[in-house]
T-cell receptor
Framework: AAGVIQSPRHLIKEKRETATLKCYPIPRHDTVYWYQQGPGQDPQFLISFYEKMQSDKGSIPDRFSAQQFSDYHSELNMSSLELGDSALYFC???????????FGSGTRLTVV | KNEVEQSPQNLTAQEGEFITINCSYSVGISALHWLQQHPGGGIVSLFMLSSGKKKHGRLIATINIQEKHSSLHITASHPRDSAVYICAVRWPLQGGSEKLVFGKGTKLTVNP
């Protein structure tokens, strides 16, 4: 069965560079959630989208932006990267009204 | 204060032991997830519960909605069960959306 696909799996960037992370949800899932998990930390909610509209916003820095496209995939754009942005970024997808969440394997971002 | 509390934070067991991890939450939820994360790895959804009990192989998850408490049990534990186990609850938000709130995880180490 298809799962949530994230790309790239690993990414190394220098400070002040820009990164774009992609998330492809389960087919027919209309909601995408982005989370950031720092080393040894629990996941922190960044932002979510339902039917291509932002549905909720968490602790996402102003340097980050995200959107959901017509095919329901989502991209997280991160600018002016800082060392503290090094983390595992994972997304999850679900279908509103149904209970199941499916998680991607994450993108491990290292800022050097 | 984290609205989802897990205990214990760390757990070390010998192979074959029965393991219990607990999760308590503070407000009404629509569902609760038990997740597994291996070191450096992505998140795997083990169970989604809204009531009662579920079993999959050596894993059993229970939830008591009235007491706002859930437990994850591992029978006949094995070193490959070593991972971080995370409880996450789904909180409904205004407007029909919802968010997932994570506990801080329980790090389980099973020694041979």
């Amino acid at each position: 069965a298809a799962g949530v696909i994230q790309s790239p799996r690993h990414l190394i960037k220098e400070k002040r560079e820009t990164a774009t992370l992609k998330c492809y949800p389960i087919p027919r899932h209309d909601t995408v959630y982005w989370y950031q998990q720092g080393p040894g930390q629990d996941p922190q909610f960044l932002i979510s989208f339902y039917e291509k509209m932002q549905s909720d916003k968490g602790s996402i820095p102003d340097r980050f932006s995200a959107q959901q496209f017509s095919d329901y995939h989502s991209e997280l754009n991160m600018s002016s990267l800082e060392l503290g942005d090094s983390a595992l970024y994972f997304c999850a997808s679900s279908s509103q009204g149904l209970y199941g969440y499916t998680f991607g394997s994450g993108t491990r971002l290292t800022v050097v | 204060k984290n609205e989802v509390e897990q205990s214990p934070q760390n757990l070390t067991a010998q192979e074959g032991e029965f393991i219990t991890i607990n999760c308590s939450y503070s407000v009404g939820i629509s569902a609760l997830h038990w997740l597994q994360q291996h070191p450096g790895g992505g998140i795997v959804s083990l169970f989604m519960l809204s009531s009662g009990k579920k079993k999959h192989g050596r894993l059993i998850a229970t939830i008591n909605i009235q007491e706002k408490h859930s437990s994850l049990h591992i029978t006949a534990s094995h070193p490959r069960d070593s991972a971080v186990y995370i409880c996450a609850v789904r909180w409904p938000l205004q407007g029909g959306s919802e968010k997932l709130v994570f506990g801080k995880g329980t790090k389980l180490t099973v020694n041979p």
